[in-house]
């Protein structure tokens, strides 16, 4: 997916990040037992640890971008700009990704994490 330059600045990320919760609600409800042990999992599996939440983050958005999974590219993104990641790290991650994943690891980064970036520092203004 390729994020077009004629939506306004947050509504695709806004969106992409709201299609996923919702999403992940209805499993909630659906199938409790799966989504609370996931929930659980995910929960233990970002708390600062030995590696803090910025290190997590870009590590999972790397799995994000080498497994061309969209919604985590954008989620992700989000979460280490949420961390306090800068530009310069979350693209470096990005090319580390890219190392692995080749072309399609860096047509990810070069359009839908640059996207998500621009979209996230235009709300940011």
Avoid: W
């Avoid at 969106?15 to 209805?26: A, V």
């Avoid at 708390?47 to 799995?63: F, N, P, T, V, Y």
């Avoid at 580390?96 to 998500?116: E, H, K, M, N, Y």
Wanted: glycine share 8%; hydrophobic share 35%; proline share 1%.
């Amino acid at each position: 997916m390729r994020v077009e330059k004629e939506h306004t600045s947050a509504n695709v990320t806004e969106q992409i990040i709201l299609d996923y919760k919702s999403g992940l609600h209805e499993f909630e409800k659906k199938m409790p037992h799966i989504a609370d042990k996931y929930n659980e999992f995910t929960a233990a599996c970002f708390k600062e640890g030995e590696l803090d939440q910025k290190q997590k983050q870009l590590i999972a958005l790397g799995i994000s971008i080498y497994s061309q999974d969209e919604y985590c590219i954008v989620y992700h993104t989000k979460g280490c700009m949420d961390q306090g990641c800068t530009e310069k790290e979350i693209l470096e991650a990005a090319g580390v990704t890219a190392a692995f994943g080749g072309g399609a690891a860096i047509s990810q980064s070069v359009t839908l994490v640059q996207d998500t970036l621009d979209e996230l520092n235009q709300m940011k203004h």
